[in-house]
């Protein structure tokens, strides 16, 4: 979708600064400048703070709610309609069946719990080839990783919950897994990664901080199904897109151990979003276009929000909200760093 050039904060476009500005898409009119938010980091995806809401999958722990923190107002855009298209492949269900433990406390803050819900504690160490001994699949490995994202600023305490949940050590090769819980992101291969857990949560909280349920939530880029997981923990339903065939194979082979059954994953271009399926309360693009497309736009139901990074070598992650049927205000938030956002599949 063409909509004027929105300023970008300086910056080489390789390396996202430690603190990403916070502003207004120009719009119609001016408004307020949004608060600067701290950036946790270079990744390959980005990285962040704000404010709370949860909804947890059968089978996983129910954490507290929080306050939500509302964005500053900003002017309307009309967006144009265009005619969607999907070209998905396989359906799947799977997922988390996951016990949890502790889920982080922030600086000097309280800590969000997860409890185990009458649920088995799944461990991937056995189906990923991960060599036992190494703690992987310890609570208090996950714990720690989501202390560590709260200090970053991720303050919602279903989010931190959920990545205290979800056994990272599952979405990465063996080789990698002693990095697995590190705030780092990692390759997963063909030219893709997995984002670092403060992104994934400076992602997630962004879309709980309006307040609105996510029912139905759309991720754009699957890649090794990791984001996707913790969503299912927030989320009623996930419905996740990815345009490289390995990947999708490889999402619902990670994901098939935890037997987690709001997952839904889809083969096909992202770009087209699931229009059979739309509206949604969330969507998630994990991917930078120079435009967020129209087609993804117009699948977001009203008071619901979108978030995705934008732009080439220099990009922001900004954050969406669609305001009426033709009207949405946008906010730019972090530096970031992301894979492109690409066309078709292969």
Sequence with gaps: MARNAAPVNPGNGKTPSAGGAASTHPNTRPGPRAASTPMAGASARPGGAQAP????PKGLARPAAAPHAQPAPHAAKTVPRQAAKTVAGGLHKSAVAGAASAAGAQRGGASAKVSSAGVGRTSLSATNGVPDGMGLTSDRVR???????AASGVKHAGVLAALATVPRHGFVDAALANQAYEDAALPIGHGQTISKPSVVGRMIELLLAGGRPLEKVLEIGTGCGYQAAVLSCVARDVYSIERVRPLHERAKANLRPLRVPNIRLHYGDGRLGLPTVA????????????EIPDALIDQLAVGARLVAPVGGEQQILTLIERV???????TQLDRVLFVPLKSGII
């Excluded at 809401?53 to 947890?56: C, F, G, K, M, R």
């Excluded at 509206?279 to 120079?290: N, R």
């Excluded at 009426?324 to 946008?330: L, N, T, V």
């Design 53 to 56: 809401h949860p909804v947890v």
């Design 143 to 149: 714990a720690r990783m989501a202390e560590r994202v």
């Design 279 to 290: 509206p949604f309360d969330g969507i998630v693009i994990a991917a930078a276009g120079l």
């Design 324 to 330: 009426g049927a033709r009207q949405w205000r946008e």
